[in-house]
């Protein structure tokens, strides 16, 4: 069966220090990989998307993800982590593009002052 | 553009209660979808509609029922509402891979 796993159910870190939410997947063929982020009481808002090419993926608010297929992973990074980062994280794939994704269980990132 | 839109924020329901949920999208997107977000769960595929006319089930479609109107609307109906639909549902919209998501509509079932 396909799935997306998300192994820390929170993660927690100091304003300014770097951050790393991790992602692995387990989906057939060539997959799409999404980042979405979640606000309290907010729908998901999109971050960034890995579909082929370079592995290190550039998105919105100074977010990147690494692809790496060896290991099945699609970790989201930021090199200075602000207060106002912190929210649900959701790592996604999809499989060549079938429009069904397939969501992990969420990574609340808490970022203290 | 309002992006997706979704009708109601929050509804109480009875057990046994039927209502539709509604969703439209103003970006001239092919394909919709439904999903309910349960917590420690992540979102879990209900149906989705790949064009106009199409509806697919996804991974829990049970007790749910959907109705692709037209191009833009894209509702979601529990005709007898129980306890374990208690969640929040997302609908979301996409043309090529990536989905935009509406603010969501809170439901508890008593």
């Known amino acids: 069966a396909q799935s997306v796993a998300q192994p820390e159910d929170q993660v927690n870190v100091a304003e300014g220090n770097p951050l790393t939410v991790k992602c692995t997947y387990s989906v057939s063929g060539n997959p799409y990989l999404f980042w979405y982020v979640q606000y309290p009481n907010r729908g998901l808002q999109f971050l960034l998307k890995y579909i082929t090419g370079d592995n290190l993926v550039k998105g919105s608010y100074g977010f990147e993800a690494e692809f790496n297929k060896s290991q099945t992973s699609f970790h989201l990074k930021k090199p200075s982590a602000l207060v106002s980062d912190s929210a649900l994280y959701f790592c996604a794939a999809s499989s060549s593009n079938t429009g069904k994704l397939i969501f992990g269980q969420g990574t609340t990132l808490q970022v203290k002052p | 553009n309002a992006g997706v839109t979704q009708t109601p924020k929050f509804q109480v329901l009875k057990t046994g209660q039927s209502m539709t949920l509604q969703c439209a999208q103003d970006m001239n997107h092919n394909s919709m979808y439904w999903y309910r977000q349960d917590p420690g769960m992540g979102l879990r595929l209900i149906y989705y509609?790949?064009?106009?006319?199409?509806?697919d089930k996804g991974e829990v479609p049970n007790g749910y029922n959907v109705s692709r109107l037209n191009k833009r609307e894209f509702s979601l109906r529990l005709e007898s509402a129980a306890p374990s639909q208690t969640s929040v549902y997302f609908c979301?919209?996409?043309?090529?891979?990536?989905?935009?998501f509406g603010p969501g509509t809170r439901l508890l079932v008593l």
């Open positions: 979301a919209s996409s043309h090529g891979e990536t989905q935009y």
């Open positions: 509609s790949a064009s106009e006319g199409t509806t």
